[in-house]
């Protein structure tokens, strides 16, 4: 193992006993981890007279990435038998925790061989990484400037290598800790992320700026000629969601925006004939001016409208007792009096919802001033340098480096946390 490996693979090991201190993971969670060059990936797939800067710009700032691996539905019945909701996805490390014999797990006996990885994280190898080691040193950059680092004999570390050539000469000024990082992103593996995206914007056959706002719950299914024949369903953690002001569960978005891309296939496929939905040769534009003409269009554009100015709460448990299967799940038609027992019983995170949409960061974080210096600086969008996890954490260190309003949304997807154990399982 060259010397970066050996110290992020001590970084790992410390970042996964800082999640199972809070999170009860009963059967083990898989995970590909790698860490290479984003600018060199980039790099290597561009034209190669282009320039670094004009290549990399956009990367270089991105400390790692994750996710599940595999997002499942489970049918209705499967989902009242485990205590589950049968109309989202579940990441498949959620998965594992209900039914960790199932086909889609491959051979449980997990040689290297044969594992299904449940989460797949990137870390970005043109950053200066630091590993903090025990809790004394890590509150302390200098600590680390003259430890670590003045170990390897050097003060900055080149970025951007291709072989030995430094293709720029930055000097590093700001070291970030790979455990906060590995912390952060391993969390985004078991789930915490937003299926909701302007999906649209992703064809280039539709440019007008009114389509281009659309907010979709999930991801359209296209045959394989390309044409949307419907809509995914959105992820877990959507069912805690609600507008900040106004109160409306993004899950009633979801079901009218659905029901309108069903409606719209079931014209389409009237107007032109089509009989199977595999046989489906309609355009993007034809698509979207039939949805144009549902409720599910003006919902979609009704919530793109709203998420410019207010923001998205995540609604999670106070305590395990009061969640323990989907039935327990606030409504939107809950009565006054219910209303006021589920605000004792349930708190709401704040998501960061920035007026300008930012890719892989909106809605997949907490708010990043609303939490900044406190507890919940975990789940916030940016990493934060020259820090270690023990010199961050607030006094109330009962749930470590993830704050409570983490571990509640955890447990409103369904993993058994600190808060208390919540799996459901067929015994
Ligand atoms: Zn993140």
């Excluded at 693979?9 to 999170?23: D, E, F, K, L, W």
């Excluded at 060199?40 to 956009?58: G, I, K, T, W, Y």
């Excluded at 993004?250 to 009989?275: C, F, H, P, Q």
Aim: glycine share 8%; hydrophobic share 40%.
């Amino acid at each position: 193992m060259t010397a970066f490996c050996s110290e992020a693979y001590g970084s790992v090991h410390r970042a996964i006993s800082r999640i199972a201190q809070t999170v009860d993971l009963t059967h083990p969670v898989w995970i590909s981890m790698n860490v290479y060059s984003f600018c060199q990936q980039r790099l290597d797939m561009a034209d190669p007279n282009a320039s670094v800067a004009a290549v990399c710009d956009d990367v270089d700032s991105v400390l790692g990435s994750a996710g599940p691996t595999a997002w499942y539905a489970f049918s209705p019945q499967s989902a009242a038998a485990l205590g589950v909701w049968s109309n989202v996805t579940y990441p498949s490390s959620l998965v594992r925790q209900h039914i960790p014999d199932d086909a889609v797990f491959g051979d449980s006996s997990f040689t290297s061989n044969n594992v299904v990885y449940d989460i797949v994280a990137n870390f970005n190898a043109d950053f200066a990484w630091w590993f903090p080691k025990n809790d004394d040193t890590d509150a302390g950059y200098a600590d680390f400037i003259n430890g670590f680092m003045g170990k390897l004999g050097r003060s900055s570390v080149p970025l951007y290598t291709s072989g030995d050539q430094p293709v720029s000469s930055a000097s590093v000024t700001s070291y970030y800790d790979m455990e906060q990082t590995l912390v952060h992103e391993f969390i985004h593996g078991l789930g915490f992320t937003s299926s909701w995206y302007p999906y649209l914007t992703l064809s280039g056959s539709i440019r007008s700026a009114a389509i281009k706002a659309l907010m979709f719950p999930s991801d359209f299914l296209r045959n394989e000629g390309g044409c949307i024949v419907g809509m995914g369903l959105p992820y877990v953690t959507d069912r805690g969601w609600a507008l900040a002001e106004s109160g409306i569960w993004l899950n009633g978005y979801a079901e009218r925006i659905r029901a309108g891309i069903d409606e719209t296939v079931v014209a389409l496929k009237a107007s032109t004939g089509t009989s199977q939905l595999e046989d489906a040769a309609w355009t993007d534009d034809v698509f979207v001016s039939q949805f144009a003409t549902t409720d599910g269009y003006q919902a979609a554009l009704n919530l793109a409208t709203r998420i410019k100015t207010q923001a998205i709460v995540s609604w999670y448990p106070t305590a395990p007792s009061l969640f323990v299967t989907p039935n327990d799940m606030p409504t939107t038609s809950m009565s006054a009096a219910e209303q006021v027992d589920f605000e004792t019983s349930w708190a709401a995170a704040v998501m960061y919802t920035p007026q300008k949409l930012q890719p892989g960061s909106s809605f997949s974080h907490f708010d990043n001033q609303y939490y900044e210096g406190s507890s919940e600086f975990m789940m916030r969008p940016y990493g934060t340098q020259g820090v270690g996890l023990d010199g961050f954490m607030s006094a109330d260190t009962r749930y470590g480096p993830i704050g409570r309003a983490t571990l509640g949304v955890l447990t409103m997807m369904g993993y058994a946390t600190a808060l208390g154990p919540v799996v459901a399982s067929l015994a």
